[in-house]
């Protein structure tokens, strides 16, 4: 049987009992921290999260569902993690950094990435990078080698565009990750936050696109998609249109 604990947060909060799978989920939803206080029922243990959980190894990195043979794997988790040859970024037109997955990826992954950002507008894209575009930069600090930067359809703004422009950002993101050679990427689910894409419209989108440039290309060996939350990765899961293989 599931070992029960109970949880005090650092705001006071108390929550049990409940099991190892639930605290784990909820520490990646970020609702928990390390230092939160626990109680093991079983031995009458005390201690912080991270004193019972080996919480690095739970560093998003669930893989949830496989499609394609296994060349697409669906986690929970964070992009700025993800130990493959580039992550996508969604960034903004500007290409210097913003709020969501871009501050996260520019944060841990330091200034060399901004520093390459900035070169690119300055030489190829100085009035900023159009919507479903994509170029890449080195990882500077991330596990990541490359970033691919992306520029995903803010929702409502380009009419009936907005799930080619979505899906552009795929296709260009996949398409310049195979002239470079890498043979992993790791996606977030581009403009589904800030840009407000509705979660279910875009899983659709996005798996589409995904598949048919997967179907045509052989060299691409892994494509994860990386959701922060297990309900995102639900979501997806229930609206994704991934061929059924084998
Ligand atoms: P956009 O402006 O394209 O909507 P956001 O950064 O606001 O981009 O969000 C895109 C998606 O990335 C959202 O679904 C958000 O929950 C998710 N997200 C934010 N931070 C991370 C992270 N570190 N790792 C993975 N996904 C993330």
Known sequence: MEQEYKIITSDGLEYGPIGASTLKQWYLEQRLRTTDKVFRYSDNRC?????????????HVDIIQPFLDGRV???????????????????????????????AIHEAGGPEILAACEELRRTQYPEGLPTGEAVMTPGGRLPARYVIHTVGPIKGVHGARDAELLADCYRHSLTLAVRQGLRSVAFPAISTGIYGYPRDEA????????????????????????????????????????????
């Open 47 to 59: 201690g912080h999260l991270r004193d019972f959980f080996d919480v690095d190894s739970w560093e």
């Open 203 to 246: 899983a659709a989108v996005a798996s589409q696109a995904i598949a048919d440039f997967l179907t045509r290309d052989p060299s691409l060996q892994e494509v994860r998609l990386v959701f922060f939350t297990q309900r995102d990765a639900t979501t997806f899961l229930q609206y994704q249109v991934f061929p059924r293989t084998g």
């Open 73 to 103: 794997l669906i986690l929970v988790g964070d992009i700025t993690k993800q130990r493959v040859d580039a992550i996508v970024n969604a960034a903004n037109y500007t290409l210097r950094g913003g709020g969501g997955v871009d501050g």
